[in-house]
């Protein structure tokens, strides 16, 4: 099993994040933990675009860390869902906080990602299984 | 522990030594005793033994008396001392007087004629305890301890007889060296009792000073042996004089006859030990520089402490340790001993330490090859009392007569407040450094050639030439004209400069005074301090181009603000089209409490051409320039689209498209409603916004169900459900943006609740105090995020 982690983003004093990164199963994990913002956003930005420079590609954002997320991380979920399928892969969502499910009721975005109760059960990427 | 060793052997050997005195006067009692009386020897130690519990008295002493009263008192020739006829005076001898007859009883007769019993008793004592005299010091303070100070006597001195028929002082005590080297020589003709008696033969006595004041009226200043009453005894031995010694008592002093007897025979011994000892027998030339007074003198005078040694030989003549003759006044070492404690010891005894270390071997070396041994700075070491104590010292040893001067000087004190001071120069890159106008060299601390990057040839100083050439071309005129200015009658200078290559220049700052000589103009000396102050600089540099960089974008960051706060307030006041009876509107835009944050949040009330009003507010993703464009856009589409008369669901269906076409990077929320005022209707969709709350006349608030409708500009064929809501008057309708209800680490739904609350507690029937109070209950502004409001109440 292969696991990083990325760095914490946000400038001094702001909302931290924090993006782990586990590829295995032929598909990218990226756990997100603390607040997902404007100012913290960075992080997952660069896990995403490494992730995407790989396809076909599925992404698991396993969100179980998440206590707080706004249109920005909506926005880079919804930009990377597009590059993702374009390439025949997909951004798929794990283990929403009931904050993150709100949201996804609110802006109707749950309508538009796969939604899993938990990474495992987001099942292995297009590169098979193991 | 070695030293524990040499204290407890030396104990034992000055106890054998105690040991084998008394042993042989006890024996010679036993001797006297059973002569006497008849009988054996052990039957005399009995009754030794038995005088001596019976009378409770030490059996040494008992023995001594025995043998006082039983013996003549002999001089160590064993010869008794025959009178000389021109010498009338006391040195009456007792073999003159019948001894006791044979068979008498064993008690001694009374004491007429005959010494004093106690007397007799120490005559003995001090006769073995001087046989072990090695010196003629020695001699004289043994004389004093043991036989002369049980009478009183508080200053001795002994002299000898030069060719010439000066007396030569040889040993004394209780006298100061500093006297005693005044008197050390007296010429025959000077007027003394010492004189007197030397050339007469006989005691001279003086009783007191008056006395004495009268008998030698020529003798300035204070006598040579202090004290009220003096006695200057003659010294002889085979017959002839040899010398004299002189007595001082600190009290008056009338001698009995007994007392007369006993210290003639103490003149008879001395004069024998001190023949013994050879002082007298040879010539001056031999004597020891270290009884002359006047060389005790000299060293007393000194600061540090001055050991003479003296050479131990083996039979072979090699110099195997070496004994401490003479310590002077300063004397204080390692351990805390001073003179008293350490002369007549060896060095092996004294300086365990010394021996391990290796030092005493060097000191042997100086004795054995006469080569002077001079070490640096060193750490010594002794064990005293259990602990160890050290001592950083710097020890000279230099050979003398047959043995070693040595002297030291302990500099802990001073080394250490030097190593820290160079410590903290080193840590503050700091450097002393002093000039003198005319010379060619600057006097500085080591740390002065290395800021300059010259190296330090330990001189403790730098050529000025070799500085100068350290700084930097440019800045050698600087410094030249600030040390011009110092010269001529500047005060206090700082100047800074670099040194250093090109590479790698280091700036230093020199702070600089000129001490003026008395006429108060040309300075005498220029001293200062300087320091590498390169770290400071370079941090100043950055923390100004920090500076400098923060202010660029704290301008630039003011100035987008102010741009977007001037933006939004264009667009709010836009127009709102003509007012509708029966609806009260209001509204409420509240930026970002953190102006960063100012973001997309906008609203929109608008009168359409067929009566119905347009109402709207909405949020943009992203904050600053990009999002109030991105806001404007929007707001500017949905009003033309509104003019169509399209109803609310495909406004935003439309927006979505166009949204989704121009691939902005932003997405959009929003409700969007239009209220006909005739049917109090109002048709309403929403784009993954929060729905409205409404309130009902009687004070019943409840949030609105939300109809399907995704966020724009996420996907192109979102569809959006319509929703109807029909209205009395009485009732308000709020519209609201995520900013009002939403708060870091809070839940949105306890904002929801809170927003329905406020509404619900809010009675009257102002639209705009209801807008005011709904913000207060919330706690607008919202620090992270735009906050807006729109209110419609019907009435």
Redesign the interface.
Known sequence: MDADTAARGGPAGA?QLTVSVDRSAGRWVLALAG?L??DSAEPFRVALDGALRDPPVLVVVDCSGL??C???G??LL??ARLSAQAEGGEVVLAAPTP?VR?ML?????G??FRVFESAAEAGPGPGGGG | MLQATVDRLRAEVEGLQTAMRTRAVIEQAKGMLAEREGGTPDQAFDRLVQLSQDTNRKLVDIAAEVVGVAAPLRDRAGEPDRPDPATPAAATQPEERPGPAPGSDAAPPPGEGLPARGLAARYHLAAAAMASAGSTEDLARLLHDTALAPLGVTAAVLALLEPDGALRLVGSHGVSAHRLSQWQRIPPVTALPLTEAAQSGTAVWVATRKDFAARYPDVPGEDLVPGRTVCALPLRTGGRVIGAMKLGWAEEYRPDPEAERYLAALAALCAAELERIGAGAAGPGRAAPVAEPWFRAVLDALLDPVLILGAVRDPGGGVTDLRVEHANAATVDLAGRTADDMVGRRVTELYPGMVASGTFGRLLDVAATGAPYEGGAERFEEVVDGAVRASEMTLHATPFLDGVLVSWRAHDERDRRETQLAQAQRLARLGTWSWEPGSTRLTCSPEVPRLLGLPDDGSGGIGLAQALAAVVPGDRDGVRAAAAGLLAGAADTTLEFRVGQEAETRSLRVLATAVRGLDRSAAVAVRGVVQDVTGRRRAEQALAGTRTRLAEQRRRADTEHRAVLALQRALMDAPAGPPTPGLHTAARYLPAGRGS?VGGDWWDVLALPDGTVLVVVG?V???GLPAAAGMANLRHALRGLAYTGAPPEELLARLNRMLCHERG???A?AVCGRLDPATLTLDWAR????PPVVTRGGGEARLLE?P????LG??PG?RYRPARLRLEPGDTLLLYTDGLVER??G???EGVHRLVEALRDYRADDIEGCLDHVLRRLGAPNP??DTCLVGLRLT
């Open positions: 909302d607040e913002d404007h206590s707080f706004d249109s920005t909506l926005n919804l930009r904050m709100r009721e609110i802006t109707g975005a309508e538009i | 944050k949020d993703s992203g904050h990077n932003y997405t929320t784009a993954g916004h929060l939300m399907d409708g995704m966020l996420a996907v979102a870091r680490g839940d949105l739904g992270l995020d």
